[in-house]
């Protein structure tokens, strides 16, 4: 006869429950996990050193990583100021698609009229390309942040949207009626029910938007800008100033590898009740 009371995992046949990692295991985890992009990194970096090196390729068309470098360095006031700017458009269309998206993820998902009529106009304006309507948007606000953070915004909008679509449809239809069945209101089953169970898709969906926005902000400054990335990438290409040029493109790039993994890092804290972070803490002996 089995007494009363909580089973733990340990207890359940087949399943073995491991302690909490510590710190120098964490640690190690995470080295373990970073080791191999880094090293890729470098291979790709020694890559670009021994085509310069050997002359494969003339200066004026691939710099080398030391002038690329002297060029972050010695000129490191001038990248900055036009990094920020970019990241600030890239933030601020990010957080405004976030927004929106969800905002439109939770009318679609609720109202199957309104899903029938706003899906497939959402799947049109994505499909058009922001470079060619990018102009209309300098036209329509100027050469000042608005074009850059409104093309980041519908970049970065569809992911979130069908990310989030996705996520809220995904609940277990058995938990959506013992809600209803036990009297709760609607309010109370989407905050406690349909939110949290789509917050895993949601951050899918985030962590590809993120990266789009920089895109979206860069396109948005090669239409027409005075600051910004892009506006260094085509003064650089217009010069033929190669070193700039690759300068621009690695800030811009690592612009976008740290947003992915602020991102991963909030999904991180945000849901470590979620399967794929409980993942190290449980183990199967069958």
């Keep these: 006869m089995v007494s009363s009371g909580t089973v733990s995992g340990a207890q359940v046949a087949g399943v073995a429950e491991r302690t909490r990692p510590g710190a120098a295991e964490r640690a190690r985890d995470g080295f373990t996990r970073a080791w191999r992009p880094v090293a890729l990194l470098a291979a790709c970096v020694a890559a670009w050193w021994a085509i310069t090196a050997l002359e494969l390729v003339e200066p004026y068309q691939v710099p ?19 990094t920020w700017v970019t990241t600030y458009e890239t933030l601020l269309g990010f957080a405004i698609a976030t927004a929106v998206g969800i905002l439109a993820a939770v009318v679609m998902v609720y109202s199957a009229t ?31 942040m608005g074009p850059k953070i409104l093309v980041a915004v519908l970049i970065a ?14 609940v277990d239809p058995e938990m959506l009626e013992l809600s209803a069945t036990m009297g709760a209101p609607p309010m109370k089953t989407f905050m406690k029910i349909r939110f949290p169970a789509s917050l895993p898709y ?75 972070r409980r993942s190290a803490a449980v183990t199967t002996s069958y």
Excluded: C, R
């Design 157 to 170: 909008f569809f992911p979130v949207v069908i990310a989030m679509v996705t996520g809220l449809k995904a």
């Design 64 to 82: 080398s990583p030391g002038k690329t470098f002297d060029v972050l360095t010695g000129k490191w006031g001038y990248i900055w100021h036009h």
């Design 202 to 276: 949601l951050f899918s969906g985030l962590k590809v938007a993120v990266t789009l926005a920089v895109t979206g902000a860069v396109v948005g400054e090669f239409v027409g800008a005075n600051e910004g990335l892009g506006y260094v990438i085509l003064q650089a290409n217009g010069n033929l100033d190669t070193p700039m040029l690759f300068a621009g493109l690695v800030v811009m790039s690592a612009i976008g590898v740290i947003l992915f993994v602020l991102v991963e890092l909030a999904e991180a804290l945000l849901l470590p009740w979620h399967a794929s």
């Design 114 to 144: 309104v899903e029938k009529t706003l899906y497939p106009v959402l799947l049109f304006a994505q499909v058009i390309p922001k470079i060619a309507i990018a102009p209309l948007f300098v036209v329509w606000l100027g050469f000042g």
